[in-house]
């Protein structure tokens, strides 16, 4: 949600800013701006559309600065709207700001009590009043940001200029993500700030992860970083692996699009780490895994969207193979309920960013309540969840920049069955036979995904039929329930079709009464244990009326008739089915869109990264 560039160079910084936002677009926003210090002073534009009209509205102005600070806003405080939009003002001062700041009310009724008047609907703005109060006490801008920090309550990530200091800018965190740049060759060519490492690939791939609670300020030539009580920290340089190819289209028509067909490589890349080894061992997920994973009794996994999804998918393998019981919470809702703690619990974190606010709140509630054994299954290696968890599992899918998750699903599901076989192994139910067995369809995994993704022509075909649709049924069962449930958020997510996912055996608790000859009922149907009885559900929807599309392993047998569409998969690939199934509903999803004309990439209302609650 949101994003955040700031730069100071020695060369104009309007087309680093306005780049930087281009490759924060995927984190949802309703509207932009920017705010530059040049000879005239300091200079705001905003736009309530895109990067784009922001773009050309600084074209128009002929904007040239060597310092400033822009964003990308997701409304939470006031309607989307230009007086809404970031950077805010207050006397020669802008602010740009992620996150929600909770105690906004109170500071904003003693700013008005002292005469500051608010133009916005925002709490961002409470951030840049209080910031100038500070100034007007006899603070410089560094401390008046620090001392201002100290005294919000909530998520933030904030970046500041002001006219009468243009020589530096000033940046601060807390429970939104926020990093460093350090310019190539050496601070004295730049220095930057960003919510993603993605917005700075243009510049540097030196970076620096900010801490909760850190403020920094930036200048030519260097940087400083202190904790919110004036506290001097240092931080590591980190020399970013990604590259500014990672984050380009290429071929492809979306990013979308484009992740879905990486699959294969950041399948590849996560299980780089099993490709020589003929066994699995604790040490995959860190160097204490074994003493945090000894005498582990039960696992809790905790996520939210795609990533619960993965987890509801887990919680069958890690019950039918390592034999532990498994309990899936929505992240949002764990924390707001009496649950009772086991010390003896290994904590689960999945989350694509690291910066997932409902997941981290939960993995420190579940800390708080004494469960100390964590692990974070993540994308993102300096994240604030891997931070905080005890082990961690990185699962290197690269950047994922469409809203709708693909790769870092899969590439999910691919921890998620190491950390299945290791626990497995650890409590002795994991034959030499089935580890070898197993190991050997995890590396060929990638091979099995690339076959699928060539179903893309037929999967193209139905979608057409898709388009003019308003509802949709999707079903699975057993393991395959969960990717049913994946599969109908997708189609939600990016085509606005609505969609429910039912596990198939309760059509006739309900659902049932929703079919006939308009509702499209998708059922994922592997060559499994389950699929006589996902026939008879099948045949239920058939003697309604209902047009079933029937995604079905080689083996299936369920003959295609009138009604009844069949788009035969390469193969069945047992425990791992699930990871093959998502593939084709993901392209159906994409293409469906495509028909629909929506924005892909971009979905309304929605947010890449959900650093608020």
Known sequence: ??????????????????????????????????????????????????????????????????????????????????????????????????????????????????????????????????????LEAGADLFDAVRQTSSELTGAYAIGVVAEAEPQRLIVARSGAPLLLGVGEGDAQHGMYAASDTAALLQVTRKVIYLEDGDVAELRLGGYRIVRADGTPVEREIHLSSLSADAVELGQFRHYMQKEIFEQPQALANTLEIIAGGGSVNPQLFGARAAEVF???????????????????????????????????????????????????????????????????????????????????????????????????????????????????????????????????????????????????????????????????????RWAQRFAAKHHALFLGRGRHWPIAMEGALKLKEISYIHAEAYAAGELKHGPLALVDKDMPVIAVAPADEL?????????????RGGELYVFADAGSEIPESEGVHILHMPEHYGMLSPVLHVIPLQLLSYHAALVKGTDVDKPRNLAKSVTVE
């Open 294 to 460: 000894a005498g582990v009794r039960r696992v809790l996994v905790l996520a939210c969207g795609t990533s619960y999804h993965a987890g509801l998918v887990a919680r069958y393998w890690l019950e039918s193979v390592a034999r532990v019981p498994c309990t899936v919470e929505i992240a949002s809702e764990y924390r707001y309920r009496e649950s009772v703690p086991d010390p003896d619990t290994l904590v689960v974190v999945i989350s694509q960013s690291g910066e997932t606010a409902d997941t981290l709140a939960a993995l420190k509630h579940a800390g708080a309540l004494g469960m100390r054994r964590t692990l974070a299954i993540c994308n993102v290696p300096e994240s604030a969840i891997v931070r905080e968890a005890s082990l961690r599992f990185i699962t290197r899918a690269g950047p994922e920049i469409g809203v709708a998750s693909t790769k870092a699903f899969t590439t999910q599901l691919a921890a998620l069955a190491l950390l299945t076989l290791t626990l497995a192994k650890l409590a002795g139910r994991l034959s030499a036979e089935d580890e070898a067995r197993h190991l050997q369809n995890l590396r060929h995994l990638p091979v099995a995904v690339q076959k699928v993704l060539e179903l893309e022509p037929e999967i193209e």
């Open 1 to 134: 949600m949101c994003g955040i560039v700031t730069a100071i160079s020695t060369t104009d910084v309007v087309p680093v800013l306005l780049e930087g936002l281009r490759k924060l677009e995927y984190r949802g926003y309703d509207s932009a701006g920017l705010a530059v210090i040049a000879d005239g002073g300091l200079s705001r534009l905003r736009s309530a559309g895109r990067v784009a009209d922001l773009a050309a509205l600084a074209a128009a102005k002929a904007a040239s600065a060597r310092i400033g600070i822009a964003h990308t806003r997701w409304a939470t405080h006031g309607v989307p709207s230009e007086r809404n939009a970031h950077p805010h003002v207050s006397g020669g001062l802008a602010v740009v700001h992620n996150g929600i700041i909770e105690n906004f009310e109170a500071i904003k009724l003693a700013l008005q009590a002292k005469g500051y008047v608010f133009e916005s609907d925002t709490d961002t703005e409470a951030i840049a009043h209080l910031i100038h109060s500070k």
């Open 531 to 543: 699929l006589e009885k996902l026939k008879s559900n099948l045949q239920e929807v058939r003697a």
